[in-house]
């Protein structure tokens, strides 16, 4: 029988007291005894028979919504007790596996708009209660009361139930996609916007990144999510920027350039956006040339900074994904970047040479995972702000910097990708 002293004991300490015992010499616990899954044993979680709760059962699907522990604390002092973390796995846009499931119900509410609770803004769902011969209802979470809009109105069965909760998914399922109304959106719905930055310094087209990704980009324009409004750009630097016009009545694309990276402009503001359709022949001659445009360039500046504010300027108005490729670090005009990995290494050499240490870098030798230049990070917010994703592809084996660029990515819900040794 346990005592109150052991029963207020954290778990995990009374688990690490317990005996284990085995087979091994002295008792230990022998590793080849212990059983382990298989493959098909691996994914048992996902079985029908272990998780009854499919896309059509109250309950969400394990796959969208899989919680850390089987059973929710009641109070923060058990939680603490256990020692276990508690928390929650989402994906939201997880593919249907299981035989015979059905894809994820959709839900249109029409013009009066999803019906949400007005305090905790809960969405409807399977576990609310209704009150008042079905003309209110009770949110689950914040147990607020709520009125039932007259189009959404329906009569109460004799266990307080709605007549039609079968025939409603967002009453019955517990995995539904609501379509939002317009009181959900910043702004109308925009056409998809995607805008490449490409890097075309000596040091990124010596590599051969430039043809790289101008030749990967033309195979995979057919697989750019959107539709006929898709509208695409392409913008290059090193110590300057240059924009391509490639509207559709012209015979063959032209490349602007400016140089003035101090008073970053566009030269042609409603014209360096085009249709992806209207447009492909010229921004596939563009991408196939692009290599043997700059492949004499001895520039080995690069300046990042004056080139990400122009894409900025370029899409503020409508939003979209920007797709950065970097080979070389910022080294001329705003936002420019030192190599930190050379600094630390010689604050590193400093040291040994002064106390005689055994070459532990100093205090004052520069963090790598600190970002060192503020200026990504906000421009970062102000992409969010206007609807901007920033995908970041590094290239080469010396050092990138990905920590500060990383914030572009960071902030806009983007990805950064590093092709170490490219």
């Given at each position: 029988r346990a005592t109150r002293t052991e029963l207020d004991q954290p778990l995990t300490d009374r688990y690490v007291a317990l005996p284990v015992l085995g087979s091994g010499a002295?008792?230990?616990?022998?590793?080849?005894?212990?059983?382990?899954?298989?493959?098909?044993?691996?994914?048992?979680?996902?079985?029908?028979?272990?998780?009854?709760?499919?896309?059509?059962?109250?309950?969400?699907?394990?796959?969208f919504l899989r919680m850390t522990l089987n059973a929710a604390p009641s109070s923060t002092q058990i939680l603490q007790k256990s020692g276990l973390p508690f928390g929650a796995v989402l994906q939201p846009f997880a593919a249907v596996r299981l035989p015979g499931e059905t894809a994820v119900p959709v839900v249109q509410f029409g013009g009066g708009g999803v019906v949400r609770c007005r305090r905790c803004r809960t969405y409807i769902n399977p576990f609310v209660e209704w009150a008042d011969g079905g003309r209110r209802w009770k949110c689950n979470l914040c147990y607020l009361a709520n009125e039932v809009p007259s189009e959404y109105y329906c009569a109460l069965d004799e266990y307080g139930r709605r007549r039609d909760a079968a025939e409603r998914p967002e009453l019955s399922c517990g995995t539904v996609e609501f379509v939002a109304s317009a009181d959900y959106m910043v702004r109308p719905p925009q056409p998809p916007v995607y805008v490449?930055?490409?890097?075309?310094?000596?040091?990124?087209?010596?590599?051969?990144?430039?043809a790289t990704v101008a030749n990967t980009i033309r195979k995979t324009l057919d697989e750019l999510p959107g539709d006929v409004r898709t509208q695409v750009?392409?913008?290059?630097?090193?110590?300057?920027?240059?924009?391509?016009?490639?509207?559709?009545?012209?015979?063959?694309?032209?490349?602007?350039?400016?140089?003035?990276?101090?008073?970053?402009?566009?030269?042609?503001?409603?014209?360096?956006?085009?249709?992806?359709?209207?447009?492909?022949?010229?921004?596939?001659?563009?991408?196939?040339?692009?290599?043997?445009?700059?492949?004499?360039?001895?520039?080995?500046?690069?300046?990042?900074?004056?080139?990400?504010?122009?894409?900025?300027?370029?899409?503020?108005?409508?939003?979209?994904?920007?797709a950065l490729f970097a080979s070389a670090l910022p080294s001329l005009g705003e936002a420019k970047l030192r190599n930190r990995e050379d600094s630390r290494?010689?604050?590193?050499?400093?040291?040994?040479a002064a106390k005689g240490s055994t070459g532990v870098p100093s205090s004052h030798a520069p963090n790598l995972l600190v970002p060192e230049e503020g200026f990504y990070k906000k421009l970062a917010v102000e992409c969010s702000r206007q609807q901007i994703c920033v995908d970041v592809w590094l290239f080469g084996a010396g050092f990138t910097d990905a920590i500060t660029l990383g914030q572009l990515a960071k902030h806009t819900g983007g990805a950064v990708r590093h092709m170490a040794g490219f």
């Open positions: 002295g008792g230990s616990l022998d590793a080849s005894t212990v059983p382990r899954p298989t493959v098909d044993e691996g994914r048992v979680t996902d079985r029908p028979e272990v998780h009854p709760y499919g896309l059509g059962s109250e309950q969400c699907a394990p796959r490449f930055l490409i890097d075309v310094s000596y040091h990124a087209v010596s590599t051969g990144m430039v750009s392409v913008l290059c630097y090193d110590s300057a920027v240059h924009f391509f016009y490639l509207a559709a009545h012209l015979s063959q694309p032209q490349m602007i350039t400016v140089a003035d990276i101090g008073d970053i402009f566009l030269p042609l503001p409603d014209d360096l956006l085009v249709n992806l359709h209207e447009s492909r022949a010229l921004l596939d001659n563009l991408l196939e040339r692009l290599p043997q445009m700059f492949a004499d360039s001895q520039n080995l500046d690069s300046a990042l900074g004056p080139a990400l504010k122009a894409a900025f300027q370029l899409m503020q108005h409508v939003g979209g994904k920007l290494a010689q604050a590193g050499r400093t040291q040994t």
